[in-house]
């Protein structure tokens, strides 16, 4: 099929600037804007839509590859579901499973609208909420019923859900947090006043499906909004000293964990439990936090989600399976207890995984990079006492100072705006925990030379507590004057 004739698209020259000005200021909006020879990948045209709609692209595509109108890609994917139902049948849609019973492992009825069909990579920011919310009107187009819901509860519930999980999804990338957090709750609203319906009816035995599959469903709403929450704070959209409102976001992964549990459901109870363990990384209260209580947590957590990974690799999950996501929040897990040089050789590996599989203009890539920079900050701190923190930069030549820049601050934490100077090595101290190498031990000269991780400080013995990379030595107490921060870390065979 070959490119339509540029006449054929509108019916005269008024119409052709209204569609040509409404491309131009949709494309100004998009990080990136297609070439002259891209087109439209579905029906080769480079023109706007009927709609007025221009080519987009949201995905890990590159080149001219993936452009697509988005009424374009709404056809696809409904023939590709038809074809779906068309197979395995209407009872099956939505529910994960096949016709045979077994596992829908190619996620037949769900990858048409999430997954890009060219690089198998999900849409992003407000490309995968139009395509989401296509789904939700051929959801309810397709399944019609006589009940009070807009169509079959369970599938509206569950389409809805795909919703919930995509805003998530899409508040971590480039769009405005606020405006999609606020559309996250009034999903999860829905969500909620369709469940609760749906448990009137079960208890006049107006539907026969089983309550426990409601209760999951309420189970992952909780979850999806402590997420969305989340995602707000980190973004520094609402304030982390807020005690009340972060109690309320614990309180939601509180609610998923026991509503889980309640119906048997210990595998997702344990994935919430995840994230619950990140948010209260994240979640810093005001009067600051009990530490033994906070390597307890941190310890947990790390435990659980490399339990996750190792499922995750048992059914083969790769860099587009969710274990980049899993990974990342390890990573975190790993630079909140302390474990900086695992999560740095995490990050750096995740970073060149995203950027060969997505491209560097991709938010996971652009997510996984930030982290990055944030894990190889090596802060310290003046000895006289100044509470302020500045990025130390690299030693001297002659190894008797260093150069540090600061003061940093939260807005350019990771970064290091600020003043660059250099002093003397004795007048900062290093923040833990970082990663060191040991140099000039007299007593325990087989330790000059390892790098480990500076976790904890002793001010009684004016020492540092290092845990060293290769577990093959003990952790030991070490003076200031016998480390050096690692600015960059060695090759694993160095």
């Not at 480039?174 to 709750?185: F, K, S, W």
């Not at 409102?245 to 509503?259: D, G, H, P, R, T």
């Not at 210990?266 to 990384?281: D, P, Q, V, Y």
Request: contains cysteine; proline residues 3%.
């Amino acid at each position: 099929m070959g490119k339509k004739s540029k006449s054929k698209r509108s019916s005269g020259g008024a119409q052709k600037a209204a569609d040509a000005t409404l491309a131009k200021d949709f494309n100004n909006k998009l990080t990136i804007t297609p070439s002259e020879t891209a087109s439209c990948w579905i029906c080769l045209d480079d023109d706007p839509d009927d709609f007025g709609q221009p080519i987009r692209r949201d995905c890990s595509c590159r080149g001219d590859s993936g452009w697509v109108h988005l009424g374009c890609i709404i056809k696809y994917a409904e023939s590709k579901s038809e074809e779906w139902i068309a197979k395995n049948g209407e009872m099956y849609w939505g529910t994960g499973m096949l016709a045979s019973g077994g596992f829908d492992s190619e996620l037949g009825d769900t990858a048409p609208w999430g997954l890009c069909p060219n690089c198998k990579q999900g849409y992003l920011n407000q490309f995968a909420i139009d395509v989401m919310d296509a789904k939700v009107a051929f959801t309810q187009k397709r399944f019609p019923t006589s009940q009070d819901f807009p169509c079959d509860p369970f599938k509206y519930i569950h389409v809805l859900l795909e919703k919930l999980v995509t805003l998530h999804h899409v508040c971590d990338g480039e769009l405005a947090i606020v405006e999609v957090a606020a559309q996250g709750r009034k999903v999860a609203g829905e969500i909620f006043e369709v469940a609760a319906k749906m448990r009137n009816c079960l208890n006049h035995n107006s539907i026969p499906q089983s309550r426990e599959r409601i209760t999951q469903h309420e189970a992952s709403t909780y979850q999806s909004l402590g997420d969305l929450s989340v995602s707000e704070i980190s973004h520094e959209v609402i304030s982390r000293e807020d005690g009340s409102k972060e109690a309320v976001k614990i309180k939601n992964y509180e609610k998923s964990i026991a509503l889980s549990k309640s119906i048997g459901d210990h595998f997702s109870a344990s994935n919430t439990e995840i994230c619950l363990g990140r948010a209260r990384m994240i979640l810093k209260p005001k009067n600051g936090k009990d530490e033994q209580k906070q390597k307890r947590e941190a310890k947990e957590n790390i435990h659980l989600l490399r339990e996750r990974l190792k499922i995750l690799d048992g059914i083969g999950g790769g860099p587009g399976a969710g274990s980049h996501s899993v990974k990342q929040d390890l990573a975190v897990a790993l630079l909140a207890g302390g474990h900086v040089i695992e999560a740095e050789r995490l990050c750096e590996e995740l970073a060149i995984t995203c950027r060969q599989v997505n491209g560097g203009d991709h938010s996971a890539t652009k997510s996984v990079v930030g982290l990055l920079k944030v894990v190889k900050t090596r802060r310290v701190q003046f000895r006289n006492g100044d509470p302020a923190n500045f990025k130390l930069l690299r030693y001297t030549d002659s190894g008797d100072k260093c150069v540090v820049r600061g003061p940093m601050t939260r807005e350019n934490f990771g970064v290091g705006e600020g003043k660059t100077f250099t002093v003397d090595i004795g007048d900062v101290g290093i923040l833990p925990p970082t990663p060191v190498v040991c140099v000039g031990l007299k007593g325990a000269k087989h330790l000059n030379g390892k790098i480990g991780d500076a976790r904890d400080y002793d001010h009684e013995k004016g020492r540092y507590t290092v845990v060293f990379e290769d577990n093959k030595s003990k952790s030991a107490l070490v003076k200031y004057e016998n480390l050096r921060v690692l600015i960059d870390l060695p090759k694993r065979d160095e």
